[in-house]
């Protein structure tokens, strides 16, 4: 009898392996079709971004001129470098505010309360709503905050500080989810080597959590370089440069246009379409040399902590 039972469960197991073997050797019919449906959409997405920039550089580039960059912008030249160099300062402007404020708060959720806590669920989802939030809404909360209640006017200032409000959800998101990517044995050891908590959160932690931070800095760049309601009402649509060397720190007060608001008002005219088109050109090369000098910055910090 107990023969018996050690066959069948021999066969058993046999049938069992033989089965698993056909099953992996063999897809099923869904499976095949899973796998093409994931091949075409990565073939759709593709020829969609291949195109929209194969487009935009078809028209674009042949319509690249030394009167599209030179330094004043008359109604004949539609110059596009006061907007190129407004662009660069608001960017860095509200990096320059939003990225601190977004570092701190990731490291104050991370570090410095209980994964378990409220507060840190009340603030996640809050954060997480924000994320969704059109930048038209952000666009009216800066005109009637900024722009109307403390008087800065349409400037670069006002801009600046929409824009910061806008990329802070993202740039604190990435950088919670970069901290705690970091395993817990560099905290432990930080602490067994009779470091404090601060200085193991700088020293230990924060290194190895730069590049996924760095991440998120990248996706606020682009939503500020390529951003355009929310400027329309804080901003403003003046093509000229703050002109710090003779206003000093008035010149924060300036309107200006950055590249999107130009490409949106020269399209929106219907005059000078050719040249909105040289400035989409412009705009994506722009946006593409950001990224790569980020992303390299990104590796040389990892060859970095593994050197270290």
């Given at each position: ?68 960059f030179e330094w004043n912008y008359t109604s004949d ?148 370089v390529g951003e355009v309601a929310a400027l329309l ?36 005219e219907g005059l000078h379409v050719d040249e909105a ?32």
């Amino acid at each position: 009898m107990s023969v018996r039972i050690l066959r069948h469960s021999h066969r058993s197991q046999t049938a069992s392996i033989s089965a698993s073997t056909f099953v992996s050797t063999n897809p099923s019919p869904a499976s095949r079709m899973l796998r093409a449906l994931v091949y075409l959409g990565t073939l759709l997405t593709v020829c969609i971004l291949v195109g929209l920039i194969g487009y935009i550089l078809l028209q674009g580039v042949p319509h690249l001129s030394p009167s599209l960059f030179e330094w004043n912008y008359t109604s004949d030249n539609v110059s596009l470098m006061p907007a190129l160099i407004s662009t660069v300062l608001m960017a860095v402007c509200a990096l320059v505010l939003a990225v601190p404020i977004g570092v701190a708060s990731a490291i104050y959720l991370v570090e410095y309360t209980q994964t378990d806590n409220r507060f840190v669920r009340i603030v996640r989802v809050t954060t997480e709503t924000l994320q969704g939030i059109p930048s038209i809404i952000y666009g009216l909360f800066g005109l009637l905050f900024f722009t109307t209640m403390l008087g800065w006017g349409m400037s670069l200032l006002s801009g600046a500080c929409t824009l910061a409000i806008m990329v802070l959800p993202v740039i604190m998101r990435t950088s919670e989810e970069a901290l705690l990517a970091v395993p817990k044995a560099y905290r432990e050891g930080g602490f067994a080597l009779g470091a404090g908590r601060l200085r193991t959160v700088f020293r230990c932690v924060l290194p190895s959590a730069i590049p996924g931070i760095l991440g998120g800095v990248i996706l606020a760049l682009g939503r500020c370089v390529g951003e355009v309601a929310a400027l329309l009402f804080t901003a403003g649509t003046v093509a000229q440069i703050p002109d710090f060397a003779t206003s000093g720190l008035g010149a924060f007060f300036d309107s200006c246009r950055t590249l999107a608001v130009h490409m949106y008002v020269l399209a929106s005219e219907g005059l000078h379409v050719d040249e909105a088109y040289a400035t989409a050109v412009i705009l994506l090369v722009m946006v593409l040399l950001l990224n790569l000098a980020t992303k390299w910055t990104v590796e040389r910090l990892k060859v970095g902590n593994k050197d270290e």
